[in-house]
Structures are given as structure tokens and as C-alpha cells.
């Protein structure tokens, strides 16, 4: 079945230092890939997403990289901040779904 | 406020109790979802509403009978509670593009 897999599960970083999040989907028709952010008991909200007509979208601090061919994507946070930290989902779409993956819990250090 | 709404936020009850959360939305959305978060935080999609009508059903337990009264509702009836359905259930709601918006979550403890 569809599946996407999310990496790391974990992920510590210190202020003001990158931090990058990996997913690898399975459904060679998935063609939209949002990510969401959510906060210790909070909703995911949506922080960016990327369809499959694009390669790269970038918003502030936050960007996300679609490779279709090896079927992966990407979030990159630059600058990170204390309030980055929280867990940080991705999918990709399937017919009348999205498949989630299983999470980044990313801490930011002051 | 344009929103996704769930009541009740919190939800204590005992095994074998029958319970029910309602979920609204006024984004004018035609697709609405439940998820079911557990404590490792996985996000498990469970049922999927198209202008009133069921389209995903992802193998849930049939105690679990969603019910959409209109394409702004989505409530969930849960009959014969376990402790396994402990955890935090989610409506979302989506326009064509799959873009989901997520309701404010409703933490179920089964005791």
C-alpha cells in the first residue's frame, strides 16, 4: 500500500542552525506534498506545501524540495528559532487522502 | 471565525460506554476526514466524506460509525469503547487539492 516514510524521528539542533527533515513517498501519482507543524497539544497547521510541477518553493525561513524521480522531498528551516520546536509532519497526496509520515520531533536550543 | 470545530475537547469515559464527537465546518470545504492520533503521535487517517458520502473507510473497527448530517458535519460515534481507543481523534476538512485543515482535536482516555 501507499506509504511514506520520514527521517529523522528526532532531530536536536541549536539556535540560529539549520535543520533539515527528509520524507521518501511510494505512490508514483502523488502529486501534492504539504507539511505541517504541530505544537505540543495543538492541531497540525500547514506551513508550506509543493506540487509536482515545482522543484523547490521557499517561504521566509522555510523551504521544501521535491525530487519526483527518486519519489523524495524535503524541509529545510534555516535560522532556527525556540519556537520552531514541535513535531513536523509530511505527506503526500493518494486518491482522497493524504498519507502522513511518522513525524519529526524537532527541539531548538537557546 | 472560518474554521474546523470539534466538540468535545476532552473526553473521559469508561470501557464499554458508547460516545460521540461532532465536528463543523464553515469553509465551505466538499471533503471532510477523521484521524485518529496516538501517543507515539502518528496521524492515521480513518474515514473520508465527500459531500455527505463515504469514500475511504481504512479498515477501522465497525464500533466506529461516522455520520455526515450535511457536507459541514462529520461526527463520529464510537460504540463500546476499549482502552486501545485511547488517544487524541482529529476532524480535518479539505477544498479540491487535497490542502487539509485540521479541527482543535478531541482527547478521548478510555478507563
Known amino acids: 500500500g501507499e506509504n511514506v516514510e520520514q527521517h529523522p524521528s528526532t532531530l536536536s539542533v541549536q539556535e540560529g542552525d539549520s535543520a533539515v527533515i527528509k520524507c521518501t513517498y511510494s505512490?508514483?501519482?502523488?502529486?501534492?506534498f504539504p507539511w505541517y507543524k504541530q505544537e505540543l497539544g495543538k492541531r497540525p497547521q500547514l506551513i508550506i506545501d509543493i506540487r509536482s510541477n515545482v522543484g523547490e518553493k521557499k517561504d521566509q525561513r522555510i523551504a521544501v524540495t521535491l525530487n519526483k524521480t527518486a519519489k523524495h522531498f524535503s524541509l529545510h528551516i534555516t535560522e532556527t528559532q525556540p519556537e520552531d520546536s514541535a513535531v513536523y509532519f509530511c505527506?503526500?497526496?493518494?486518491?482522497?487522502?493524504?498519507?502522513f509520515g511518522t513525524g519529526t520531533r524537532l527541539q531548538v536550543f537557546p | 471565525d472560518t474554521a474546523v470545530s470539534q466538540t468535545p475537547k476532552y473526553l473521559v469515559t469508561q470501557m464499554g460506554n458508547d460516545k460521540s464527537i461532532k465536528c463543523e465546518q464553515n469553509l465551505g470545504h466538499d471533503t471532510m476526514y477523521w484521524y485518529k492520533q496516538d501517543s507515539k503521535k502518528f496521524l492515521k487517517i480513518m474515514f473520508s466524506y465527500n459531500n455527505k458520502e463515504l469514500i475511504i473507510n481504512e479498515t477501522v473497527p465497525n464500533r466506529f460509525s461516522p455520520k455526515s448530517p450535511d457536507k459541514a458535519h462529520l461526527n463520529l460515534h464510537i460504540n463500546s469503547l476499549e482502552l486501545g481507543d485511547s488517544a487524541v481523534y482529529f476532524c480535518?476538512?479539505?477544498?479540491?487539492?487535497?490542502?487539509?485543515?485540521f479541527g482543535p482535536g478531541t482527547r478521548l482516555t478510555v478507563l
Open positions: 505527506a503526500a497526496s493518494s486518491p482522497h487522502k493524504l498519507i
Open positions: 505512490d508514483s501519482a502523488s502529486n501534492y
Open positions: 480535518a476538512s479539505s477544498p479540491p487539492g487535497n490542502t487539509q485543515y
